[in-house]
């Protein structure tokens, strides 16, 4: 049973950095990536990055491209997500999620993720 516990949420002002981080146990080595997701008020879950485990290669959703990076230390078992110029439309609850290569499936198709930490909020204000 893989666990997955986010923690380096809070709240920021526009403009500012976050990192989050996704803590795996139980794992894991079944799963072949790790990716983050939000879920604002109102607002349907959206992919915002993904890393694969073994390759390290990573995909950042268009709408926080150049802002957000996905990172990884395997000797730790943890994702990492930076935020940096923080907007506040990127308020949201953030949360990691363990998956494996699935045929058919999108990068941040959520059937192909299997696994999802509690989640953490991000509240960004100006």
């Known amino acids: 049973q893989v666990q997955l516990v986010e923690s380096g949420g809070g709240s920021v002002q526009a403009g500012g950095s976050l990192r989050l981080s996704c803590a795996a146990s139980g794992y894991s080595y079944s799963s072949d990536f790790m990716g983050w997701f939000r879920q604002a008020p109102g607002k349907e879950r959206e992919g915002v990055a993904r890393i694969v485990r073994r390759s390290g290669n990573t995909y950042i959703a268009d709408s926080v491209k150049g802002r957000f990076t996905i990172s990884q230390d395997n000797a730790k078992n943890t994702v990492y997500l930076e935020m940096n110029s923080l907007k506040t439309e990127d308020t949201a609850v953030y949360y990691c999620?363990?998956?494996?290569?699935?045929?058919?499936?999108?990068?941040?198709?959520?059937?192909?993720?299997?696994?999802w930490g509690q989640g953490t909020q991000v509240t960004v204000s100006t």
């Open positions: 999620a363990a998956g494996k290569f699935t045929p058919g499936a999108g990068v941040f198709s959520q059937n192909a993720y299997n696994y």
